[in-house]
């Protein structure tokens, strides 16, 4: 797993766009658009990813760029993935919770029918873990819906912002920690 992570981590570095004052001030936004459009560096992050949860039943990706993640660690594994939504693009009935960003607030939904959650070993994928709002949000959706996250994990960790301390008790992996 070491090496996966080196050679991740290695891509993630050397491709990571960063742009300051984005999307407000005061904010420096990570933009790991170059990491995903290299074939390489795309594919050494998706197999790091998927050797957070080997086991899992579902892969669950994080809106928007979660979905990239997802799609691909869930190809690799032989699973299915779920998108975790944005409020408002699923129709009804949905499972929905509001949490804190760096920057305001926000809700994340998943389908509250149509599909068995229940009993389903799910790892949770995002971009950037920050403040950790959005991940332990996606985590309380899953929960609510009877499953249990066995792992998550993200490219990019800014730990300044303490977000790992805001997950439960699920393993959090972050191939790279700024």
Avoid: H, N
Avoid at 1 to 7: D, K, P, S
Avoid at 114 to 131: P, Q, S
Avoid at 164 to 174: L, S
């Amino acid at each position: 797993m070491a090496e996966r992570t080196a050679l991740a981590g290695a891509a993630v570095q050397r491709l990571t766009r960063w742009r300051d004052d984005f999307p407000t001030p005061g904010v420096r936004f990570a933009d790991l658009t170059p990491v995903f459009a290299d074939a390489e560096g795309f594919r050494t992050v998706i197999d790091c990813l998927a050797a957070c949860a080997p086991d899992a039943d579902l892969v669950a990706g994080v809106d928007a760029r979660g979905f990239l993640l997802g799609a691909g660690v869930a190809a690799t594994l032989g699973t299915g993935v779920l998108a975790v939504r944005k409020a408002g693009k699923l129709p009804p009935p949905v499972l929905s919770r509001e949490y804190d960003l760096e920057y305001g607030t926000a809700a994340l939904e998943i389908p509250a029918d149509g599909l068995e959650l229940a009993g389903k070993r799910v790892l949770l994928l995002d971009d950037v873990l920050a403040t950790g709002g959005t991940l332990a949000a996606a985590a309380d959706l899953f929960r609510q819906a009877g499953a249990e996250i066995v792992s998550a994990a993200v490219v990019l960790e800014l730990e300044f912002l303490k977000g790992r301390e805001r997950q439960g008790d699920y393993p959090v992996t972050a191939i790279v920690k700024v």
